[in-house]
Nanobody
Framework: QVQLVESGGGLVQAGGSLRLSCAASGITLSIYTVNWYRQAPGKQRELVAGISSGGDNTNYANSVKGRFTISRDNAKNTVSLQMNSLKPEDTAVYFC???????????WGQGTQVTVSS
């Protein structure tokens, strides 16, 4: 009943941009902490960016700070990740995660592939 669907991934050249979207159904995303994670082949899943419920405080991994921006569109029940100045090391499957820790709720999308070529 709860579903998160990522979209917007693709193939871009280094220096290019992509905008990922996480669309939710079955939950109201505005009341959830939403995180973007990524996982590259042979590597652990890492937190890329997060946005808090309520106050929309944001946090970013140092590797993407200044290049990526996480934001909400509550009217569309989505959270986006704007990715600029992409680097080959950004290549990974990007996952959307929504959590309400107080209620032990944690949801994941299926992931979307981002490939950055040199």
């Amino acid at each position: 009943q709860v579903q998160l669907v990522e979209s917007g991934g693709g193939l871009v050249q280094a220096g290019g941009s992509l905008r990922l979207s996480c669309a939710a159904s079955g939950i109201t995303l505005s009341i959830y902490t939403v995180n973007w994670y990524r996982q590259a082949p042979g590597k652990q899943r890492e937190l890329v960016a997060g946005i808090s419920s309520g106050g929309d405080n944001t946090n970013y991994a140092n590797s993407v700070k200044g290049r990526f921006t996480i934001s909400r569109d509550n009217a569309k029940n989505t959270v986006s990740l704007q990715m600029n100045s992409l680097k080959p090391e950004d290549t990974a499957v990007y996952f959307c995660n929504a959590a309400r820790f107080r209620f032990n709720e944690n949801y994941w999308g299926q992931g979307t592939q981002v490939t950055v070529s040199s």
